[in-house]
């Protein structure tokens, strides 16, 4: 393998597939990133098992490709590398069969490489009819539910998102059983067949940094085990969650007692300023009171002291609440939602679950169940 | 203690004395912050018992004075609280003796206090006759010898800056006994007595953080135990540290085999990128070949690769030097020389220290111990 490239190309395209390289991974070949040069252009491979990246480089985009050849190169040291080089254009050349030398015209590397033939085979599999979604709509639907998926391996399900897809409606939900975000959006056109899977978490979030906010195309071919990403020149694929996603439609309730509307980002940074006193506590609960129209948030810590906010709202009636939850979940399901907008805080009693909505945008519903205080 | 004050003003002031507070400080009292408010204005005060930090905002500078008082708030929420607040005007007022309300028209923070009388009282002693240094220049003092004190508590005068003026002429030297830095300054005047003293080098840190890098004046009060800044409304008092400092005049070379010329940043460059493969390695070591009036770099991890750097120089003889040291020490003493400046590099042996002076700036002179490698 011989080639010249441009730094800035193959910088982008080691920082995409580097995304699929765990550092929990014990397989020391799957540390590496598969080189693969032929005359049509340069492959980079990387994965964790679970999920794989793969790009393409077009020959037309590479600098100088002088012999073909595949190879397998550690990628702990290659982005920082590849990012230090002094020139825009960067030599690679193996050598000794194993060893690959990195060079411009006054510094080498010479690093030891895996072999090529230990890489397991990773099938990249595309269906015939792939959905098609704008990559500033699928971005959005990842940022506005991922958060509120859970941590805790000890319900891996609600470690995913769940995606469902029933004629052209698609509604992803993220839920850790304390919160959970809700995004419907319409599709262009109707699925055949109803569509209903669970993407680990983790790994959306991986792709949604990859994807742009434009109007570029990200495929989705769906399988039975697994799910693969079209994006550019990129291919991602990702494991799909085994098990039964909860149903969650009925706990979101769709009468409420108290309807207040507010301006989000008051009531976000009153939310903000009632939990400094409780922050670094595990739940960080503040309290929210509407009476005769008027929202009080307030939170108290015993050796501290309290702190009570006025909130603006417009409230429906006279209905009384006092009601507790944490501070956290709160603002994490506040910042999905565009600055500028008003929201509804939607309330039934202090044991049921708050339901907050923009007031413009019907598609995206966040839901957080209180706090029992005492 | 009532009275309402800009929030950027006390902002500025509160940053600058909590850098006394300590997070290993075990005396409850001095987790606070003393506000002392007189018809004269509102002081600050906040210590670690061996720096102590007081800020003076003027009445001119305070929106109203209600009523004079004292009393100690706690300091780990305070930055924040004034920080968050929705509001460029905000309300002190002490409630029931011991609780603070501070409070703007729509949120209030009620804290509880602690008592004046537990504070410690803290002289900070002011001398007649001072030593008067340009901020700019103390502020560049501390930058380009700091980074060399030692961080280890075995030989606590190695975590000081030595400061010594005899006539009008200033020197500063750091050292962890495995390198140097020396900076020489010429004083407006001179001094009557000689002084030699010792400023813990963390503190010095801390202080360089608040001078800015202008013309405004930074006194020194010297005492024989401790040191009083004063830098415009800020009172700055450190411990010096007993004991003796070694003599270092004699360590660093007069004469030298090898006189080395090169560019500043290509050459950090290059030892940056030679130290990538055995970064994370407690001395990550670099080898520099001088021979024939070229300069090789290099570095070499038996797992990963090796790397090779060629750097332009400009030497006056054919001596020939191969000698390791540690990339780490080289490239923080690199980082105080200003970018566009040509830099000598100054050899004997691979045995000998290491000595890096800028071409154009004498007052400055690194030095770094080779590591012997086989």
């Given at each position: 393998m011989?080639?010249?490239?441009?730094k800035n190309?193959?910088?982008?395209n080691?920082?995409?597939?580097?995304?699929?390289?765990s550092?929990?991974?014990i397989?020391?070949?799957?540390?590496g990133?598969k080189?693969?040069?032929?005359?049509?252009?340069?492959?980079?491979?990387?994965?964790?098992?679970?999920?794989t990246i793969?790009?393409?480089?077009?020959e037309?985009?590479?600098?100088?490709?002088e012999?073909?050849?595949?190879?397998?190169?550690?990628?702990?040291?290659?982005?920082?590398?590849?990012?230090?080089?002094p020139?825009?254009i960067?030599?690679?050349?193996?050598?000794?069969?194993?060893?690959?030398?990195?060079?411009?015209d006054?510094?080498q590397?010479?690093l030891?490489?895996?072999?090529y033939?230990?890489?397991?085979?990773?099938?990249?599999?595309?269906?015939?009819?792939?959905?098609?979604?704008?990559?500033?709509?699928?971005?959005?639907?990842i940022?506005?539910?991922?958060?509120?998926i859970s941590?805790?391996?000890?319900?891996?399900?609600?470690?995913?998102?769940?995606l469902?897809?029933?004629g052209?409606?698609?509604e992803c939900?993220?839920?850790?059983?304390?919160?959970?975000?809700?995004?419907?959006?319409?599709l262009?056109?109707?699925?055949?067949?109803?569509?209903?899977i669970?993407i680990?978490?983790?790994?959306?979030?991986e792709?949604?940094?990859?994807?742009?906010d434009?109007?570029n195309?990200?495929?989705?071919?769906?399988?039975n085990s697994?799910?693969?990403?079209?994006y550019?020149?990129?291919?991602?694929?990702?494991n799909?969650?085994?098990?039964?996603?909860p149903?969650?439609?009925?706990?979101i309730?769709?009468?409420?007692?108290?309807?207040a509307?507010?301006?989000?980002?008051?009531?976000?940074?009153?939310?903000d300023?009632?939990?400094?006193?409780t922050?670094?506590?595990?739940?960080?609960?503040?309290?929210?009171k509407?009476?005769?129209?008027?929202?009080?948030?307030?939170s108290?810590a015993s050796?501290?002291?309290?702190?009570?906010?006025k909130?603006?709202?417009d409230?429906?009636?006279?209905?009384?609440i006092?009601?507790?939850?944490?501070?956290r979940y709160m603002?994490?399901?506040?910042r999905?939602?565009?600055?500028?907008?008003?929201i509804?805080?939607l309330?039934?009693s202090d044991?049921?679950p708050?339901?907050?909505?923009?007031?413009?945008?019907?598609?995206l519903?966040?839901?957080i169940?209180?706090?029992?205080?005492?």
């Amino acid at each position: 393998m011989k080639f010249t490239i441009q730094k800035n190309i193959l910088l982008e395209n080691l920082t995409y597939v580097s995304k699929a390289i765990s550092i929990k991974n014990i397989i020391p070949i799957l540390n590496g990133i598969k080189f693969e040069l032929t005359k049509n252009g340069l492959s980079l491979t990387a994965s964790d098992s679970e999920l794989t990246i793969k790009t393409f480089i077009e020959e037309k985009d590479i600098v100088k490709i002088e012999e073909e050849g595949t190879i397998i190169i550690q990628s702990k040291f290659i982005l920082d590398i590849i990012r230090k080089m002094p020139s825009d254009i960067i030599n690679f050349e193996v050598i000794d069969g194993l060893k690959i030398k990195i060079y411009t015209d006054n510094n080498q590397y010479n690093l030891n490489c895996l072999d090529y033939k230990e890489y397991p085979s990773l099938k990249l599999e595309e269906s015939k009819t792939p959905l098609v979604i704008k990559s500033s709509i699928f971005k959005e639907i990842i940022n506005q539910t991922s958060f509120a998926i859970s941590t805790q391996e000890l319900r891996p399900i609600l470690t995913g998102i769940n995606l469902k897809i029933v004629g052209d409606m698609l509604e992803c939900v993220a839920t850790d059983s304390y919160r959970l975000s809700k995004k419907n959006i319409k599709l262009d056109e109707a699925v055949k067949d109803d569509v209903n899977i669970v993407i680990p978490g983790k790994n959306l979030v991986e792709f949604e940094k990859i994807i742009a906010d434009d109007d570029n195309e990200v495929e989705l071919h769906i399988f039975n085990s697994k799910i693969l990403f079209k994006y550019k020149n990129i291919l991602f694929q990702s494991n799909l969650l085994n098990g039964t996603f909860p149903t969650t439609s009925n706990l979101i309730p769709t009468e409420f007692e108290i309807i207040a509307k507010t301006n989000l980002s008051d009531y976000a940074a009153s939310i903000d300023r009632a939990s400094l006193l409780t922050q670094g506590k595990d739940k960080n609960i503040v309290k929210m009171k509407i009476e005769e129209g008027k929202m009080i948030i307030n939170s108290f810590a015993s050796e501290i002291g309290r702190v009570e906010e006025k909130v603006m709202i417009d409230v429906d009636n006279n209905a009384k609440i006092d009601i507790s939850f944490s501070a956290r979940y709160m603002l994490e399901a506040l910042r999905t939602i565009k600055d500028d907008e008003e929201i509804l805080i939607l309330l039934n009693s202090d044991v049921k679950p708050i339901v907050i909505k923009s007031v413009n945008d019907e598609s995206l519903i966040h839901l957080i169940l209180p706090v029992k205080t005492y």
